[in-house]
Nanobody
């Protein structure tokens, strides 16, 4: 199973970015997907998750209302639209695929494969 994340970069406060994650080697449409992030010196934290058919969405309080997770099962791709970015959003963002369709998908332990990460830097 491979996950390839794209779309990170440098953006000013208030700007936007769209991350993409392409999945191969697993039946993409059968599993939940998540985005996590890790800032320097901090633990990896949950950002957003989406159920296998896109019917259930979950967000961390810190990004709710600013970020939107979506998926295209025909393209084996999950997206994270990030709007109104803040300096505290600066981190390496990781996509991950879950291995069971139970729960709210907010825990790292609910995912078994991870992408390589893409760096998002928000300047003040």
């Amino acid at each position: 199973v491979q996950l390839q994340a794209f779309g990170g970069g440098l953006v000013q406060t208030g700007g936007y970015l769209r991350l993409s994650c392409l999945v191969s080697g697993r039946t993409f449409s059968s599993y939940p997907m998540g985005w996590f992030r890790q800032a320097p010196g901090k633990e990896r934290e949950f950002v957003a998750a989406i159920s296998r058919n896109g019917g259930r969405l979950y967000y961390a309080d810190s990004v709710n209302g600013r970020f939107t997770i979506s998926r295209d099962n025909a393209k084996n791709t999950v997206y994270l639209q990030m709007n109104t970015l803040k300096p505290e959003d600066t981190a390496v963002y990781y996509c991950a695929i879950g291995y069971r369709n139970i729960g709210s998908y907010t825990l790292l332990s609910q995912y078994d494969y991870w992408g390589q990460g893409t760096l998002v830097t928000v300047s003040s």
